[in-house]
């Protein structure tokens, strides 16, 4: 099923499996609006992760993507660097959380922030 013009149900599922699929509208919104700025098709890596998945992954308890409300993803044609860049220039579209990490950028509705955690810079 289309969560929107492009993006899927089965981008938004947890990996591990399990089904979880929390579609918060706020966050289809914010990625969609990304997408039709960037023009170009944009790589999720995860956005649900069940408790068990958010444990195992070493994510931090109560992450905002046991709730279906973060996305961590790359952009073809984007290094991360550029694409957190792009990102952070966006506030119109991105008002929450806002992280670089080596493979990925995350993204999240909650309270406006930014960190770096990126191993090799």
């Known amino acids: 099923m289309m969560l929107s013009k492009n ?3 089965i981008e938004w599922e947890c990996r591990c499996g399990c089904g ?6 706020a966050l289809v919104n914010m990625m969609q609006s990304f997408r039709d700025l960037v023009k170009k098709q944009v790589i ?3 956005v649900n992760r ?3 998945h958010n444990e195992e992954v ?3 308890p109560g992450s905002y993507h046991t709730l279906g409300q973060a996305c961590d993803f790359h952009v073809k044609g984007f290094t991360i ?3 957190h860049s792009v990102a ?3 506030e119109d579209i991105f ?3 806002i992280g670089i990490y080596d493979t990925f950028v995350h993204v999240d509705i909650g309270s406006k922030r930014q960190w770096d955690n990126r191993k090799h810079t």
């Open 50 to 52: 069940c408790p068990k």
């Open 58 to 60: 070493g994510g931090v």
């Open 7 to 9: 993006f899927s149900t």
């Open 95 to 97: 008002t929450g959380g």
């Open 44 to 46: 999720v890596h995860c």
């Open 81 to 83: 660097p550029e694409l």
């Open 20 to 25: 979880q699929c929390i579609v918060e509208p």
């Open 88 to 90: 952070l220039t966006s």
